[in-house]
């Protein structure tokens, strides 16, 4: 069975130079059964409907979830209504986000279902990930620390410690510690005899904060 395709709701102006190529692209991806329904809203006629989404330029574009601002090739639009039908697309959202300087949005788009929070170990796993991007997705992930969120991730992290690459070890040993949670426990003292120093010390610190949470609970 197919993945059901987003709808798309689109804020355009009267003056807005890239509104109608996004417009097009976006009509004949209905065409092609790409995207579900388009809506479209003239900021012009409508600010009301521009303010209830926060609107502050146009084209604005909500797909499935994600949402896209500024001009989008008919590829690009494609490749999001693709990413928009599954949990793939989170990781590849999230990392958009980041690269344009939008922690902020990137805080709201995760607390609105933390079940998108798993997706984001795809970034972690990757060693030649943007490093302005695992470290936002590192500050994504420290904010749910001993809570419930971060600890259903414990068998995943878990398994990045023994990944090829150190970077993606120490990252996954670092978040493990900030689990919480006694189970991580065995996993992170496997950590202390890492081939790699980085990881080693990392293991430390991460049993340091374990131990303290045990002591506190």
């Known amino acids: 069975m197919s993945p059901t395709p987003p709808d798309a709701l689109l804020f355009i102006t009267p003056v807005c130079t890239h509104c109608p ?3 097009q692209a976006l009509s004949e991806l209905v065409k092609q ?3 579900g329904k388009l809506t479209v809203v003239n900021i012009a006629a409508h600010p009301e409907q521009a303010a209830e989404y926060d609107v ?13 601002t500024g001009a989008q090739s008919m590829a690009e639009l494609k490749q999001w209504a693709e990413w928009a039908s599954g949990d793939e697309g989170t990781a590849h959202y999230v990392e958009h986000l980041l690269k344009e300087g939008g922690y902020k949005q990137a805080v709201a788009f995760i607390s609105g279902d933390t079940q998108r929070l798993k997706p984001l170990l795809a970034i972690v796993a990757n060693p030649e990930a943007n490093i302005s991007v695992r470290l936002g997705v590192s500050a994504l992930l420290e904010a749910y620390a001993n809570m419930s969120e ?3 991730l414990l068998p995943p992290l878990a398994e990045l410690t023994f990944h090829f690459d150190h970077r993606v070890r120490a990252d996954a040993c670092y978040l493990l510690g900030l689990t919480g949670s006694v189970a991580a426990r065995p996993y992170v003292e496997a950590c202390l005899k890492d081939a790699h120093e980085e990881v080693r010390e990392i293991a430390e610190e991460a049993m340091e904060k374990l131990a303290k949470k045990q002591v506190k609970t």
């Open 21 to 23: 190529s996004v417009l």
């Open 33 to 35: 059964s790409q995207v």
């Open 56 to 68: 502050r330029g146009a084209p604005w574009l909500r797909l499935g979830s994600f949402t896209l």
């Open 150 to 152: 971060l600890q259903a």
